[in-house]
């Protein structure tokens, strides 16, 4: 792999199935709205490293690794959950919850 260049989003979407599933991280196709806590480019760490950004941040409960731009978004305990609509282009967003557990 080339490292100073990412690849495509379809080939980003094939490669991130691969690396959710054997890495064994729950996800599903979709976004999150509202309760953003920023953002950052994530290339090569792809939404392995994008879960586990939001795993360190403890007010991070949602992560959006989108295979449009190569971009990790975190999410707090507001807002909702956007399906993975091929309209919106949510089909190559990987949405995924934080692995740690929350009291409520």
Not at 62 to 77: I, P, R, T
Request: charged letters at 25%.
């Amino acid at each position: 792999l080339d490292f100073n260049c990412s690849p495509d989003k379809v080939a980003c979407k094939t490669m991130t199935i691969e690396q959710l599933k054997s890495s064994g991280i729950s996800w599903r196709h979709g976004a999150w709205e509202y309760g953003g806590r920023g953002g950052q480019p994530m290339w090569p760490g792809g939404a392995p490293g994008c879960r586990d950004a939001c795993n360190k941040d403890p007010g991070c409960y949602h992560w959006v690794f989108d295979c449009k731009d190569w971009g990790c978004k975190l999410y707090s305990n507001g807002g909702y959950e956007e399906d993975g609509s091929k309209q919106f282009g949510r089909d190559y967003c990987f949405l995924g919850d934080i692995d740690r557990k929350v009291e409520l």
